[in-house]
């Protein structure tokens, strides 16, 4: 079973028309029973979520608790440094001893975008400031959360996150992180490296630092005659490949958005040891 239960406070969303009330509260572990199918089911279908990009965060809770179960896996405790995993890496390669079990309490902040990238900056961190206050110990910002989705918009917004003080977006999650203690894994915004252009999503833990950094390795590319065509990779370049990171919060696998759909991934972080999955 899960080694913890998780509480998720849903903040605004930009696709409902007022603040949802429901808090949504309990353990994984009871539907770990269920047929094999709960695996592919959670990875792979979620219709009544899509509306946000946020909808894997709890579907992924389930799949890894089915995971563990099926690998037979179990949580060992450790007080070791947490370590971090910023590029891909062989399943072989030797992971640390799991982070202690623990109850985490998760918000997942659904942002309205605007073209004006000062104010969205502010929106996200109002809303990381909203559920600190909330007594959230694990924030999670959405896809691309400070420009609006288009072709034309990555490239103006695009910040080089490499480069000290020179990105406004990462440094208000890095500062919001140390100002509330709060892990926060920072939705994604449009990173510029050279010429390419990635989908990239960081993780700061409860002093500022910076943990992980994971850019979408599979991209969304879409053609529905008559209903919608949108190719990503027009525009962005496919990840290096996976990332695992340890937090305060456990240790998590990171996904974006599509790549929820690929449950080789999920597997991938299962057998380095992932406690929760995380598809911003």
Not at 54 to 73: E, F, I, V
Not at 184 to 196: A, W
Request: aromatic share 6%; proline share 7%; glycine share 8%.
């Amino acid at each position: 079973a899960l080694p913890f239960r998780m509480s998720v406070v849903v903040l605004p969303s930009s696709n409902l028309s007022q603040r949802p009330t429901r808090v949504v509260t309990g353990a994984a572990s009871p539907l770990v029973g269920r047929s094999r199918r709960l695996i592919r089911c959670s990875m792979l279908t979620t219709p009544a979520v899509c509306r946000s990009f946020l909808a894997g965060a709890s579907l992924a809770t389930t799949t890894t608790a089915a995971l563990l179960r099926r690998s037979g896996r179990r949580n060992v405790a450790s007080t070791r440094t947490p370590t971090m995993k910023t590029s891909a890496t062989s399943a072989a390669e030797a992971y640390a001893p799991l982070p202690p079990a623990k109850q985490v309490k998760a918000a997942l902040c659904q942002l309205s975008v605007g073209a004006d990238k000062d104010a969205n900056i502010r929106t996200a961190r109002a809303a990381i400031e909203e559920a600190a206050k909330g007594g959230a110990q694990l924030v999670v910002l959405p896809e691309m959360w400070n420009c609006p989705y288009s072709h034309d918009s990555f490239p103006v917004y695009a910040e080089d996150l490499d480069s000290d003080g020179s990105s406004p977006s990462t440094a208000m999650l890095a500062e919001a992180a140390k100002a509330h203690g709060v892990t926060i894994v920072g939705g994604t915004v449009p990173e510029r490296r050279g010429e390419k252009l990635y989908n990239t999503c960081c993780v700061y833990g409860t002093q500022g630092e910076q943990l992980a950094r994971y850019s979408k390795t599979h991209l969304f590319d879409i053609d529905i005659p008559g209903k919608i065509t949108f190719f990503e990779s027009e525009s962005l370049t496919p990840g290096e490949g996976p990332v695992v990171v340890d937090t305060e919060c456990g240790r998590l696998g990171l996904g974006i958005c599509y790549d929820i759909r690929f449950p080789e991934l999920a597997q991938m972080y299962t057998q380095r040891g992932a406690q929760l999955l995380l598809y911003p």
